[in-house]
DNA sequence: CTGAAAGCGCTTACAG
DNA sequence: CTGAAAGCGCTTACAG
């Protein structure tokens, strides 16, 4: 097969006008002292031969790619075109390309996947780390998009903030008894929304907190959450970590016959693409996708530099991570659960009231 | 900067063995005739020094960069994820790269978008066209996935067959009243799963056609799409051509106090993650990603082929399209919801038995 | 079987 | 201000 790239390079812009290769290249870079004249004819017959730059050439003169590689433990995750979308944008507009790379649901696979990323060379890495993961000396500089309360430097949304964002939007509604889901204990993130929910609950309100990890285990007819049961025991708000299990939770209670949002609210996190499709809506708190995806992207720009790469092999950089410091993204309350029933401002149950009966 | 990759090229291996480049070249691509002991002493070396092929060099050298692009009209579109994936593990395994593009939504982006991914050297690239889009010359060759009803080479799941496996279950429940619902009547993916299920619809089945285009739209309290008058009037089967539009239907239902699945049934399509976390399931038709993405990815390759980039500009390629026959994935069945409890399998409604108000 | 040479298209010191 | 030269790392005819 033929050369796909129109046939135009510099060097028949140069030879078009009796110039050199060089001076093309300093006149449409701009770096290099031209003549304006000389300028605007190279830039003009550039434009005529519908010139269209070696990135590949670039690339293998000034060793960078400029192209970052995104990762994510899971592609299948529901936020994926959320981050995808925002940190491609992010990218684009610093002139990057994204190449994506999938771990195949398989944890081991994840370190084959940015291997695969490396080996084509990309500046720099955006990464989403699976649950627990440190990631590895990689070569190159990464940016790390996770929970401000995970050690190391990272971008993120301040998912605590977020959690109290819902909390006082609940108590403002007249909540006072507080069903928490998560869906795993030991994920920063959900122990920050988590968190910041409980938080923000007042004085005598009451709270418990589940935590279920396989939510399709669940389809199985028959298996809940016993939420109805919650319900019967007074608790008005579920607020869930993640919007997947809001809607476990409003399909459930919804199928057991409670009222949303007259008997019960229900809340979720990250403002997915049903959560404004369900009946009734769900209310949900929004993340700053662009803003993060800007800090991570920007932070790798600036660590990849713009300078050429001098053959300096005493000076190979490893493992540099690019975020200088924890960015905290404050997050957005999306409320379309805006009513309840909850008795009055400063109901009790009748139970005792309790600090919860979390560990 | 210095650069990131490892010392070692070519050269080093070269120099360290006393041969030539080209001699390591012909031994580490097996291509050019080397003695056996000299390949396997310069394997021996190149694995010792850590080498690292620069697929940057190698591309400006063939003149291929073996990455393809993804196209997609909106990144943000939840089957995103399960498409990436799969044309992500079909191109790593064909030893491609995948470059995402995204249009920000915004339609006329759609073509500046795939312009960057060009102007980034893919040598294909595999497109999700946006609706009703013709795709114009790339001059590179292009993969469109889409339904087997459009115009032109695709590849694409068979919804139509979609269509029936879904018809066929709801028949087999007992199911004589439809309510189908759609999304766009301009998709041909969605008029051929709804012409699929309406041709597995029995003699005297009763069915009607509902598009609803904008389905965030309903997310305002008290908007509705009127299922539940629907129920009242008989209907038991409400069939989507999408899992989001399924998940409106069973919300909606729910909420208004029908139970799913005793008084009514819900299906949608794509297996989307949700349809296995709702309560009660959601019964879905799942498309086979792997396959798809395996044809669309080998077309691509083979059309890129493997023979050198003869700078022979008379011949330049320009708008081929990759996938050479219309070929059609089998979906399968995903029941989630397995019982109903509609009168009789010969059950007909008092109303007289109609074809269908269907246009 | 092995090597010397050219060249993909660009950028960057260095001269002039 | 402009140009000649070298070189990024590889592959591919072509000699030997």
Chains 1, 2 share one sequence.
Request: net charge neutral.
């Amino acid at each position: 097969m033929a050369p796909i790239r129109p046939g135009s390079n510099m060097t028949a812009i140069a030879s078009a006008l009796g110039v050199s290769a060089a001076t093309v290249s300093n006149a449409l870079s701009g770096k290099g002292r031209v003549s304006p004249e000389l300028g605007a004819k190279i830039r003009a017959k550039a434009e005529e031969l519908g010139y269209v730059p070696s990135v590949t050439a670039r690339a293998l003169r000034t060793g960078r790619s400029r192209v970052i590689g995104l990762v994510l433990p899971d592609i299948a995750n529901p936020l994926f075109p959320q981050i995808a979308q925002a940190i491609e944008n992010a990218a684009a507009d610093a002139g990057y390309g994204v190449l994506i790379a999938d771990s195949r649901g398989d944890s081991s696979m994840q370190t084959l996947a940015i291997q695969r990323l490396v080996e084509r060379q990309v500046d720099g890495i955006v990464i989403v780390p699976r649950l627990g993961t440190r990631i590895a000396d990689l070569g190159c500089p990464v940016a790390v998009i996770d929970s401000p309360s995970t050690p190391g430097n990272t971008v993120s949304s301040d998912h605590w903030q977020g959690g109290q964002v819902v909390a006082d939007h609940l108590v403002g509604l007249g909540h006072r008894n507080f069903v928490l889901i998560g869906a795993n204990p030991l994920s920063n993130v959900q122990n920050d929304r988590i968190g910041g929910m409980k938080s923000r609950l007042p004085k005598g309100a009451r709270f418990e907190t589940i935590w279920i990890e396989k939510l399709e285990a669940l389809a199985g007819a028959g298996c809940s959450l016993g939420l109805k049961q919650k319900v019967e025991l007074g608790f008005t708000a579920f607020a869930a970590t993640s919007d997947l299990h809001a809607l476990r939770a409003l399909t459930e209670l919804q199928q057991a016959g409670i009222r949303i949002p007259q008997q019960a609210s229900v809340t979720g996190f990250d403002d997915l693409v049903w959560s404004s499709v369900v009946s009734p809506g769900l209310t949900t708190v929004r993340q700053d996708m662009a803003a993060i995806a800007e800090i991570a992207v920007g932070a790798l720009v600036g660590v990849i530099g713009d300078d050429a790469a001098e053959p300096d092999a005493a000076t190979i950089t490893v493992g540099v991570t690019a975020v200088a410091k924890t960015d905290r993204v404050p997050m957005t309350l999306v409320a379309r659960q805006t009513t309840a029933s909850v008795s009055s401002p400063d109901f009790s149950p009748a139970s005792p009231a309790l600090e919860g009966n979390d560990p």
